[in-house]
């Protein structure tokens, strides 16, 4: 980017975060009401909820599918414009979702009404309509949002010089994964809340003499429009009269679908779901191998070998593989992918401990509550460590900073290892679980900005997606592996321990109670040893690999 006057690096910093979270948010706001979506469209639970599952499912692949290519696009198109685009994209997708009527004589439910009787020869029914409008408009939603993380962050590498990126890149880090984390408790906050105040809520319409229905879930996502609008000015205010700076080079089509369909086949195999279940009580409700995993990986690893091959020959590749002979860039990639691991143990293990305590079905709400508290022990926690973790980069280098997170996390899970019970206190638990949020926030600064200031320039934009996509990944493994192997675990324990003749049923309630609580502990050692396993590649992130700013920014201002 050329300057042409003052830019406020940090006001554009604050602009961009604002659909970043929303964006992330809506990853997993659906799961707080997707039963009301069923039952409100009156659809048969049992025969549609592998098709509502793409309601999540489908924004997962997008966004992580937008994030592989945006970043490039960005290169090349300039992030300015890059940003309005995503922004746009994600406003039609809300807008679609909120409009979303079974009844509806128009729009696109009514087209894709017609469209399955057209295809089907018989009449469809009006939710099954509504059910695929609204995974329509939640891809298109996914793939403006997860394209939005790459060129934040790479437009923060242009506007930051490469001494004070550390901060704003963890920053950008942290509210996309905050977001994700706090979409069901906000979706499910919300939809309450209109439900208990529906009939005020009528009252005030009728008072305006407006004729629309009071707010539901659709509102949710209503709202994201008016929110995007103010992010989308601003930006374009704040970044007025600057001049946007292009990549030379084409795009690699090619790659992009062979990369693209690589990575859908580790995320569908691996049976990703990284949105966090409050009512998980088992390792079966949070995740691990589809039936259909093998086949489906093999493919993905055939994808990968191809895409690999074109990246060698092609003029001007997705991926400039040269890269990742840089130290710092894989040392970042690869420590990102073990963060990305450990973050998923934590997300994982509270909500199942929560709810194994609870004594009876209608305890279940309270123990909704108290699982979302707990979670935000360790998700607030850090994404608040992701500036100090900028500001301990800056003073001690990206390795030593990103080792000392690691190094925090890795406390906090060996104090769950030795100290999950039963019984074991929720302020111990949120202790625990803090220790690891800051520990992990502590390294989101340093190892993007370890990435990104290695990158060329005309690159920041892939570079950028790769950092939020390693951990993804790392987040998608670690759900598969750890809840497949934990439930191994507790099956064996649990024939040592009841053996083959036949015991009272409360008693064997009891003793698999306590086992899963054995096994979550023990998942808290296994969360400790991979953060020592990423203290290694950490130690290769190197700090400030640029002597000079890039041309004509403004001199950073006292305190940046």
């Not at 589809?290 to 092609?314: D, S």
């Not at 990305?340 to 279940?364: E, Q, T």
């Not at 920041?460 to 997606?465: I, V």
Request: charge should be neutral; hydrophobic fraction near 55%.
């Amino acid at each position: 980017m050329t300057h042409t006057r003052t830019v406020n690096p940090w006001l554009v910093l604050a602009l961009v975060c604002i659909p970043v979270f929303v964006g992330s948010l809506d990853l997993t706001i659906v799961s707080a009401f997707l039963p009301e979506i069923i039952i409100q469209f009156e659809l048969p639970i049992e025969s549609v909820i592998d098709d509502a599952a793409w309601v999540v499912s489908g924004y997962l692949l997008a966004y992580t599918i937008s994030m592989i290519f945006m970043g490039r696009v960005s290169d090349l198109i300039g992030r300015q414009r890059a940003f309005v685009i995503c922004l746009i994209i994600f406003m039609i997708g809300s807008l679609i979702v909120a409009e979303v009527d079974p009844r509806a004589q128009h729009g696109l439910t009514n087209t894709v009404f017609n469209l399955l009787f057209r295809l089907e020869g018989r009449r469809p029914d009006p939710g099954e309509a509504a059910l695929i409008t609204v995974v329509i408009g939640r891809v298109i939603q996914a793939l403006g949002a997860g394209a939005i993380v790459p060129v934040s962050l790479a437009l923060v590498g242009d506007l930051f010089s490469p001494q004070h990126r550390a901060r704003p890149l963890g920053l950008i880090g942290a509210m996309d994964t905050l977001g994700w984390v706090l979409g069901h408790l906000y979706g499910g906050i919300m939809v309450n809340w209109f439900a208990v105040n529906r009939q005020g809520f009528s009252d005030f319409i009728a008072a305006l003499g407006l004729n629309v229905p009071p707010p539901d879930w659709r509102t949710l996502f209503l709202l994201n429009i008016p929110i995007s609008i103010i992010a989308l000015v601003g930006v374009l205010w704040a970044l007025r009269g600057v001049k946007q700076e292009r990549a030379v080079g084409g795009f690699d089509l090619l790659g992009t679908a062979l990369i693209s369909g690589a990575l859908i086949c580790v995320v569908a195999g691996l049976g990703a779901n990284i949105e966090i279940a409050t009512t998980a009580a088992s390792f079966e409700d949070v995740g691990g191998l589809p039936a259909y995993a093998a086949p489906v990986l093999a493919l993905g690893g055939v994808l990968f070998v191809l895409f690999l091959v074109v990246e060698t020959r092609v003029k001007h590749p997705l991926f400039d593989l040269k890269m990742l002979a840089r130290r710092s860039v894989a040392s970042g990639l690869g420590t990102n992918l073990f963060v990305g691991f450990c973050l998923m143990v934590g997300l994982v293990s509270v909500p199942i401990l929560v709810n194994i305590r609870v004594a009876d079905a209608s305890a279940l709400a309270e123990a909704a509550l108290q699982v979302g508290i707990l979670l935000s022990a360790l998700t607030v926690p850090m994404a608040l460590a992701a500036i100090p973790g900028g500001w301990l980069a800056d003073r001690v280098g990206n390795a030593r900073a990103a080792f000392i997170g690691l190094a925090l996390a890795a406390v906090g899970f060996a104090l769950i290892w030795r100290t999950w019970t039963l019984d074991v206190s929720d302020a111990l638990i949120a202790l625990e679980m803090a220790l690891v949020g800051v520990g992990l926030g502590l390294t989101f600064s340093p190892i993007s900005a370890a990435v990104i200031d290695t990158a060329d320039q005309d690159k920041l934009g892939t570079a950028s997606a790769l950092v939020i996509i390693m951990r993804l990944l790392g987040m998608t493994i670690s759900i598969a592996l750890l809840t497949s192997t934990a439930s191994a675990r507790l099956s064996y324990l649990a024939a040592r321990k009841l053996g083959p003749n036949l015991v009272d049923a409360y008693q064997a309630i009891d003793v698999y109670a306590h086992l899963t609580v054995q096994v979550l502990s023990e998942m808290g050692l296994a969360g400790a040893l991979i953060c020592l396993i990423g203290l290694l590649p950490s130690l290769g992130l190197q700090s400030r690999v640029r002597t000079a700013q890039p041309r004509d920014l403004p001199a950073p201002q006292s305190g940046d």
